[in-house]
């Protein structure tokens, strides 16, 4: 079932970002790891633009979500193939949103491939996470790509560096674990 939801804006700078306001949930991770198949997923409906070419997603772009929250579209980090000024400027988009203070931004989903895992850039990112006490869970993405004994294996390696926080595990292709991360959103915006 559609969610309904609306683009807001596409911010390239702090000073577009829409002013505080309703509980902000923001989509955090590498380049190609699925942002936006998630945040199109869960609303139920196509809005933010996907790619097989990493780099797709080039600004914060905000949806309002049921006129209660917002979700926020981030773009990929580390993205090798994409020239340094570029994915310096990317970064520093990211940096400035992260940093800005934000007392809306409710929720962090970090997600990990999970046929990756945890890469040196997630660890980086969930470490100042947790330095600057923002809450996040963790959604491992592309499970359809697994099976059984390749899921058993991602599990056990991400536990060891994330031994109790929320982690679900999704599949853009199936909706596994759409149901369980809404309750996760709406659990952690209402407070
Ligand atoms: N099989 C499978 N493919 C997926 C899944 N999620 C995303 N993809 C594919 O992975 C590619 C990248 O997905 P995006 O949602 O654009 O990734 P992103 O993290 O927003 O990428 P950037 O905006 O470039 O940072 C697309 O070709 C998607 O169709 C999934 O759960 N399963
Ligand atoms: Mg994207």
Redesign the pocket.
């Known amino acids: 079932m559609a969610t309904p939801a609306k683009f807001l804006l596409s911010a390239t700078a702090p000073a577009q970002f829409p002013p505080p306001g309703l509980p902000e949930v923001a989509?955090l991770?590498?380049?190609?790891?699925?942002?936006?198949?998630?945040?199109?997923?869960l609303i139920g409906r196509k809005m933010?633009?996907?790619?097989?070419?990493?780099?797709?997603?080039?600004a914060v772009n905000f949806f309002e979500i049921d006129g209660r929250m917002l979700f926020v579209?981030?773009?990929?980090?580390g993205?090798a193939k994409a020239p340094k000024s570029v994915s310096r400027g990317w970064q520093e988009v990211i940096d400035s949103y992260l940093l800005d203070d934000r007392k809306c931004l409710k929720l962090c989903v970090l997600?990990l491939d999970s046929r990756r895992g945890w890469m040196e850039i997630d660890i980086q990112l969930k470490e100042w996470l947790e330095f600057h006490q923002r809450p996040y869970m963790v959604v491992a993405?592309?499970?359809?790509?697994l099976n059984q004994k390749e899921k058993n294996a991602s599990q056990k390696a991400i536990r060891e560096r994330y031994p109790s926080g929320s982690l679900l595990w999704?599949?853009?292709?199936?909706g596994q674990g759409v149901k369980e991360i809404w309750q996760t959103i709406w659990k952690t915006t209402a407070q």
């Open positions: 989509f991770g590498r380049s190609n790891v699925g942002k936006s198949t998630l945040l199109n997923t933010a633009f996907t790619s097989n070419t990493p780099g797709r997603t080039q579209d981030l773009p990929g980090y993205f997600l993405t592309k499970v359809d790509k999704f599949s853009g292709l199936s």
